[in-house]
């Protein structure tokens, strides 16, 4: 099976030392990156630091219950998508069941067969992937390509929470573009997805790897800049929009140029960021652009929040 980004990430959570070798030899070959903890507590923290691919899980551990150490992963929103496979020395049925209500995919009953074990491991790895490429697609705007309405509401209530625990920056960038329902009636909606498309790409392009732009609705974008202050998101936005009007979508023997008026908020200019909310810087960066767009439209406008409007900003 081809993985085209890195090696598959499979935690083993077992307290026997043989088990992690034989598991080491059993699953040579198979392109997987194996991680490994004997105490089930060390488990469960890099479970949750870096959620792998796939667990294996022993059903019967010395001082652990695996059953109890499956119900706290999915009990966590941090591991509750990885699949559990126990791996266990008891057959019975009852023990299978228990396993499979606690959230496991699979039993795999010690000593296991090689190419068995290598079949489960596979296939739970597959499925695994398919769930979080169905998930993906969900978060992805169809037009443009970029995330979606969703994933930014999610985002935005994430980044808020690294603001208020670790007292991190982050800016909103609200982008509508100008006119363009005149784009829509003078070439048609086809045409005007071709502009979106376009513009969805520039304004990626222009972003750091780092930051998330995100089809808002409409015409409308929002770009999520992390560790970006008030003074920094202004240089961005003026390059978004510089990007945008610079950029020509051809139509035949024509080439159509399209502006954007921007509105920008950044948590820093508020005098408590810790208690800011999502709508509320929303609102923020939204009503600035509105203001853009009353002063003449392609041009950024920012939101200086409860505090007196920077030298960056005039």
Known sequence: MIY???????????????IHKLLDVRL????LALLHATDPVVGLRLAREAPPDLILLDMDMANTNGLSVCRA???????????????SA???????????????????????DPAELRARVRAALRTKR?????????????????????????????????????????????????????VNDTYGHPFGDRVLQRVGGVIEGTLRTTDAPCRYG??????????????QGLLTAERVRAAIAATGIDRGNEVVHVTASLGLASTD??????????????????????????????????????????????
Request: proline share 5%.
């Open 28 to 31: 040579r070959g198979e392109g």
């Open 269 to 314: 200019t508020f005098a408590d960021p810790t208690r800011l909310s999502a709508a509320t810087l929303v609102q923020a960066s939204d009503a600035a652009m509105y203001r853009a767009k009353r002063q003449g439209r392609n041009r950024v406008v920012a939101d200086d929040g409860d505090l007196p409007a920077p030298a960056a900003a005039s």
């Open 130 to 182: 398919y769930q979080d490429m169905l998930a993906l697609r969900a978060l992805l705007d169809a037009v443009t390509g970029l995330r979606n309405r969703t994933y930014f509401e999610a985002r935005l209530t994430d980044e808020l929470a690294a603001v208020r625990r670790y007292a991190r920056n982050v800016c909103l960038i609200m982008v509508d573009l100008d006119h363009f329902k005149a």
């Open 218 to 231: 409409g015409e409308e974008f929002a770009l999520l800049l992390p560790e970006t202050d008030h003074a």
């Open 4 to 18: 085209p980004d890195s090696a598959p990430r499979v935690l083993v959570i077992d307290d026997s030392p043989d």
């Open 73 to 87: 992963l999915k009990e966590d929103l941090t591991t509750a998508a990885v699949p559990v496979i126990f791996l």
């Open 90 to 112: 008891i057959a019975g049925i009852y023990d299978k069941v228990a396993g499979f209500d606690a959230g496991a995919v699979d039993y795999i009953v010690k000593p296991f």
